[in-house]
Nanobody, 123 residues
């Protein structure tokens, strides 16, 4: 029905930058919002940044001024540019899409997750 493909994770030193990308495909009628979450070992998953179809944006306080979320509506893709990375940013980052799906005559809303991509910031 809906597939999310993430890319861009990796290993970077403190102060470095990484860019994440997530492309959605499948039986998508419309996308309501796209977001990035992260989960570090032993911790709960937390929202990093979100962007709505109307381009309203929300950031976690810990990443404000360092991370930037954006989207390409034509490509159903969301991006997360991460600058000035810190060791505490180390986590698995997950893309999430809230969208309306249509299969034959059935239409419904759902939330879908990417597979996760590892971001490691060394100190």
């Amino acid at each position: 029905q809906v597939q999310l493909v993430e890319s861009g994770g990796g290993l970077v030193q403190t102060g470095g930058s990484l860019g994440l990308s997530c492309k959605a495909s499948g039986n998508i009628e419309s996308i309501n919002a796209m977001a990035w979450y992260r989960q570090a070992p032993g911790k709960q998953r937390e929202l990093v940044a979100a962007i709505t179809s109307g381009n309203a944006i929300n950031y976690a306080n810990s990443v404000k001024g360092r991370f930037t979320i954006s989207r390409d509506n034509a490509k159903n893709t969301v991006y997360l540019q991460m600058n000035s990375l810190k060791p505490e940013d180390t986590a698995v980052y997950y893309c999430n899409v809230d969208c309306t799906v249509k299969v034959i005559t059935r239409t419904f809303d759902g939330r879908y997750w990417g597979q996760g991509t590892q971001v490691t910031v060394s100190s």
